[in-house]
């Protein structure tokens, strides 16, 4: 990886410290209830009284250097632009736009280029910051109709950091075991550990996407689930784990092509199910479905985008952006070494020659 002049200089930086928060610890599972019903959720374990110990310096280093190349290409900050705020209506929604970018498809690649050099220096230090008792995370949750682009968001956006530092998990019908538990349980379950990017190729907005559109449970269970989902998001977020939401919107034309050709082309045909079919025949349920979750779960602590995806260039450049800036905002630094470095470098000298004198 591409250093950044700032990581260079972490050895001269003044002492930072890590915006850790309170102790992340693992999140309380949901416990058993009977299958199809919505189970009230374990109560959370009581907060340790606050002391007042002060929190010693653990990290340090130059703040990243932020990507400046292609910025001016954006006409405003792209999150606030794509939430979903008083008055959006899905129906009219134009997933061929391509609002606040006013570079052509070459310039948002180059950004793109630009800004994974920045991702992955952060992405690393996040890492950094978990192995060495760090208690935060970030997590990535795409939600989208088939053909989307989520696996190309993975590819593409997550495919520009190391691979050790994300935690990917897909999520469809709900296994058996799943289903004898609270619809949060195994959301839990795949939560990213502390350091890591996780990164949800549908979540647990299935179960009031899917849930609602086939009618899996009674009206009252599933309106209910989205009081449920905004205290769960709330308790990830106040245990240290940013929450970035994405709905990848794309119009039925874009998602017939997309379909299409899967079916001609042969290496594509795994890519293909039935089940798309039938899903994109419930279209309009689908449209009042997104319209119920992003006036219902956009909150202040994780607000959704909604971004035009029928450009995936687009898409994925917003993706990029969004990702970048969630872990600027964690103003991470580099792990302080826990020994002696002097002492190590000496020790290391001494064995500068071992194996190269002959015997």
Known sequence: MAQST???KAAKAKGKTGKNGKSKGKLEKAKNGKAGKSKTEPAKPAKPEPTD???PDVYTADPVEVTQEGAKDWSEPVGPLLRPGDGFD???FDAGATPGWEGSEKDAEQRMEALGEELSELQERLFAEGRTGGTRSVLLVLQGLDTSGKGGIARHVLGMVDPQGV???SFGVPTLQE???HFLWRIRNALPPTGRIGLFDRS???DVLVAVVDELAPPEELDARYGEINDFEAELAGSGTTIVKV?????PQEQYDRLHERLERPDKHWKFSVGDLATRAKWPQYTQAYQRVFDRTSTEGAPWHVVPADNKWFSRLVVTELLTQALRDLDLGWPVADFDVD???AALEETKDQGTTAS
Do not use: D
């Not at 709905?247 to 119009?251: C, G, Q």
């Open 6 to 8: 700032a990581s260079k």
């Open 53 to 55: 110990a002060v929190e």
């Open 90 to 92: 899905l129906a009219t």
């Open 167 to 169: 935690a990917l998990r």
């Open 179 to 181: 289903r004898e538990h």
């Open 204 to 206: 647990h907005y299935e």
């Open 247 to 251: 709905a990848l919107v794309i119009s």
């Open 343 to 345: 002492a190590a470098r």
